[in-house]
Nanobody, 123 residues
Framework: QVQLVESGGGLVQAGDSLRLSCAAS????????MGWFRQAPGKQREFVAY????????GHANSVKGRFTISRDNAKNTLYLQMNSLKSEDTGVYYC????????????????WGQGTQVTVSS
């Protein structure tokens, strides 16, 4: 029902910035919360940020707070993640997700997932 496609990843140096985008299509008129998650090779997936689609409530993981900012453009059905002051530990595959449940850091509240985009930060 909902298709999500991430873009904007790449290889950058520590201290640089990237903006990730997530384009949504095939959506109904219902409300969807949106989130960003990331996963390094051989590591567990971790929460990065979320935003309530209707009300705009935002949350960021402590590891990225003050450096990353989640935002949305409702008219374009697009989610963004602005990443500043990137560190090598930010390296991983970044996934966007959409959910109709409660606004949460729990990935189980998100039903739809994109394919991911690679972010590599070199030191």
């Amino acid at each position: 029902q909902v298709q999500l496609v991430e873009s904007g990843g790449g290889l950058v140096q520590a201290g640089d910035s990237l903006r990730l985008s997530c384009a949504a299509s095939g959506r109904s008129s219902s409300n969807y919360n949106m989130g960003w998650f990331r996963q390094a090779p051989g590591k567990q997936r971790e929460f990065v940020a979320y935003i309530g689609w209707r009300y705009g409530s935002k949350g960021h993981a402590n590891s990225v707070k003050g450096r990353f900012t989640i935002s949305r453009d409702n008219a374009k059905n697009t989610l963004y993640l602005q990443m500043n002051s990137l560190k090598s530990e930010d390296t991983g595959v970044y996934y966007c997700a959409a959910g109709s449940g409660i606004l949460s850091i729990d990935p189980r509240q998100f039903e739809y997932w994109g394919q991911g985009t690679q972010v590599t930060v070199s030191s």
